[in-house]
């Protein structure tokens, strides 16, 4: 133990910076442990590979967010089990973390006996702790309670086998840890680095899933008193354009909505290892198409701008689509198939995609539109429809995702790229704050904090008026459409939610998904029913609420209980 961190700490020491105090160092296979706790250079080194090992893990995730009925998964992603509850006991949706909690429960143990100087050793441990709780929340999301670690075990003890906590043990501890950091956290952090403000917005987070999963109202006033300190801050505010926190990196880095961060440098980041890799269709100018006699002949709509060379996994479903609504003629926000423009619209194009949601344009490709340069048609021999394309990397739904993609670089699967990732912002504060308020049954906060998101990420003109059971349904609407395609924020909202609601099942996790087919002239169309994971359909069963605790596992803790149905 006392030769530790070695390599972590040169491959810190090169990226994370140059000045003297780093490059002024002895050989690195003499540091001692001693050596790195009373060494601030290098004790701020160690949490920066304590970010590197759980933050990532909060950024886009493929895996979860295709769980939802956001996204149809496209056939050589293969088959999503998860999606279909086609696994059993055996399956580790990645209970072992004990490594990262160990790393968090180090530092929290040596920074505290350190001797740095005040402000130094307030961040570094309220960084701990925020760490630590990021940690736990992610493993109690998935399994409920679990084993609580809040010490370092030496190797000479003999007995890990520790039962699980319950859950609530599990989100007071969590709550426990965001509290105390948000007491020693600075106000103002460096890029990618916990702040107060932080703190208070994923306390929001947790407080809200633990007032669901326990039963329990009185965790929505503590979303309310967090929030309350998180807008007092005054440091944040809503950004005018949507578009801004996602599809440039420039604007996404340094803007006013920000809280938390994640930076990925394009030194060592290629679009590969981004989101666009599974976005993007895979076309280019001289792709062919199918004719009906299984012959190819030129794409009736060539790219203008070059080639697109991904490996798309996910395409947006119908079902999604509807969720963005038209502010029609009279200024009225109203379902697209419900408006003036479907009425008297003389295509395609006039019929569904005037005037919608700004987050709509910012977040979804769609018929006879700009993307990645190119003028795009998902209609009936169209140059991303995905039967016409020759490789099929095209679309089956009608539609491709742009949140999340910087179309002002060349997208090629090998280049390199920054990217930046949102973990915490204040749209999901306000609405975090709206389902609180909801809950407690405070219609009039819950309206005013949805339309702050509503109007300014939406570009509506009026508030949202709804109340009753139309303003749950319009709470849920508008944070499918404000959080679409972040941190898998639909999957696990919809497990709230059933939850809230008192569910055995979750109806839009167990329902076919749709897509939509646009005849070759685009004057008309079809909602088809699509399938994905191999031909699968989704299916929800109660015990899917949590993941099971992995056999495996429990053979080697006989004290680990499992969850209900595994």
Request: hydrophobic share 35%; charged share 25%; proline share 3%.
């Amino acid at each position: 133990m006392n030769k530790i961190y070695l390599i972590l700490i040169a491959v810190l020491f090169l990226s994370v910076s140059c000045n003297d105090d780093i490059l002024d160092l002895k050989p690195l296979d003499k540091y001692s442990e001693k050596d790195v706790w009373s060494d601030v250079v290098m004790a701020e080194a160690f949490i920066y590979d304590v970010y590197a090992n759980t933050v990532p893990r909060y950024a886009w995730s493929n895996h979860y967010e295709q769980l939802s009925d956001n996204y149809v998964v496209l056939p050589w992603a293969g088959t999503n089990n998860i999606k279909a509850n086609n696994y059993d006991r055996n399956y580790d949706a990645g209970w072992n973390r004990y490594g990262a909690i160990r790393m968090c429960n180090l530092a929290i143990e040596k920074i505290s006996e350190s001797d740095f100087s005040k402000n130094k050793k307030d961040q570094l441990l309220g960084e701990a702790k925020f760490l630590r709780a990021l940690v736990y929340f992610e493993q109690v999301q998935k399994f409920g309670g679990v084993m609580l670690v809040d010490k370092v075990y030496s190797a000479d003890e003999e007995d890990f086998q520790l039962p699980r906590a319950t859950e609530k043990q599990c989100y007071d501890f969590i709550l426990n840890d965001l509290s105390d950091a948000s007491t020693l956290l600075p106000e103002a952090a460096q890029r990618g680095r916990a702040s107060k403000g932080a703190a208070y917005a994923m306390s929001m987070r947790v407080a809200l899933r633990a007032a669901a999963y326990l039963n329990d109202d009185s965790y929505c006033n503590t979303v309310i008193a967090e929030g309350d300190k998180l807008f007092a801050l005054g440091k944040y505010s809503l950004v005018d354009d949507y578009s801004n926190l996602f599809n440039q990196y420039s604007t996404a880095v340094n803007n006013s909505e920000s809280i938390l961060i994640l930076d990925k440098s394009e030194d060592n980041t290629r679009i590969v290892n981004t989101p666009m890799i599974s976005l993007v269709p895979n076309v280019n100018e001289h792709s062919k198409i199918l004719d009906s006699n299984n012959g190819t002949k030129e794409p009736r709509h060539p790219l203008s701008n070059g080639n697109m060379e991904a490996w798309p996994n996910l395409s947006p479903t119908q079902d999604l689509v509807d969720d963005y609504l038209v502010e029609d003629v009279d200024g009225v926000a109203k379902k697209w198939n419900e408006t003036d423009y479907f009425t008297n619209g003389l295509n395609v194009y006039e019929k569904m995609y005037i005037n919608r949601d700004a987050r709509f344009y910012a977040s979804l490709g769609h018929d006879s539109t700009i993307y990645c340069g190119n003028l795009i048609f998902t209609r009936e021999l169209g140059n991303i429809a995905q039967s016409n394309t020759k490789n099929g990397h095209g679309t089956p739904t009608g539609y491709i995702t742009r949140k999340g993609v910087y179309e002002d670089l060349r997208i090629f699967y090998s280049d390199n790229t920054s990217y930046c990732y949102q973990i915490l912002r204040l749209g999901e504060a306000y609405l975090n704050y709206a389902e609180a308020a909801l809950v407690l049954g405070d219609e009039a906060t819950a309206r005013e904090y949805m339309s702050k998101t509503f109007k300014s990420h939406g570009k509506f003109v009026s508030d949202i008026t709804a109340s009753g059971t139309d303003l749950w349904d319009a709470y849920k609407r508008e944070r499918r459409v404000e959080m679409f395609s972040e941190g898998s924020d639909r999957f696990w909202s919809l497990l709230r939610w059933g939850k809230f609601e008192n569910k055995e099942v979750v109806s839009e996790l167990n329902q076919v998904l749709h897509g939509i087919e646009i005849s070759e002239d685009g004057q008309s169309y079809s909602i088809i029913e699509t399938k994905d994971n191999g031909g699968q359909d989704p299916a929800f069963v109660n015990r899917r609420y949590y993941y099971p605790i992995p056999h495996g596992e429990r053979q080697a803790n006989p004290n680990l209980e499992q969850n209900p149905g595994w």
